[in-house]
């Protein structure tokens, strides 16, 4: 059985939307920030050194990262959906688009979440934190174009990947330049899977 360790108001919300894509039996073990200072509890250390959610156990395997924990999954349990053809142009896409959410997309905007709490200390900084994030939307909304997903005519774990990062843009309304970033966003975190996965997660600031 899948085990998710699963942290409140996290990016472990991506690996509970796959497993209710995907129909898998899991069991999720519910973690807590801390209220002041946000940070995980030192529970998660005891599961995976880095102490950060998401992590996953199955069959004895321990796996960090939300773009590897996606990536295993699907070629574990996915029977051939929710991603293209291994060898495909698609499917190279689809990998970058894995990459790029968490090695390039997330980066500013997590330095933006920090400098804001340097109040005016931090005024040098945001010129190129707010060009970076634009410079990733604007990419992002570009190739999504009118699609439905990122990745050819189907959901994807690309998608999922994606849909945390819109989500963490969306609240300091960086996504209101792109309407159409805002209108796939919506129409994802309306799924049934999506939504299933936010009633199981619990507290869950940035969805919808
Ligand atoms: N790149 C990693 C990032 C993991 C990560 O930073 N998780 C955050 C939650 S979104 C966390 O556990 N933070 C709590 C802490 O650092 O104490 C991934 O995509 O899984």
Known sequence: MIILHHLNNSRSQRIL?????????????????????RLAPDALK????????????????????SGAIIDYLIR???????MPKAGTDAHEAYLEWLHFGEGSAMLPLLLAMYVRRLGDA?????????????????YMAGA?????????????????????????????????????????????????AYKRAIEVGGDYALGG
């Open 76 to 82: 574990t349990y996915g029977g051939g959906k929710l």
């Open 17 to 37: 939307w796959l497993l209710e894509e995907l129909g898998a039996d899991y069991e999720v073990k519910h973690y807590t920030r801390d209220a002041e200072t």
């Open 144 to 192: 999504l174009g009118e699609n439905a997903y990122f990745v050819g005519d189907s959901l994807t774990g690309a998608d999922i990947q994606l849909v945390f990062v819109l989500e963490a843009a969306a609240v300091s309304g960086a996504l209101a330049n792109f309407p159409n970033l805002e209108t796939y966003l919506a129409r994802m975190q309306d799924r049934t």
């Open 122 to 138: 931090g005024a040098p900084l945001w010129p190129r934190i707010q060009s970076e994030i634009g410079n990733h939307l604007s």
């Open 46 to 65: 005891a599961v995976h050194p880095l102490g950060k959610s998401p992590v996953i156990e199955d069959g004895g395997k321990v796996i960090a990262e």
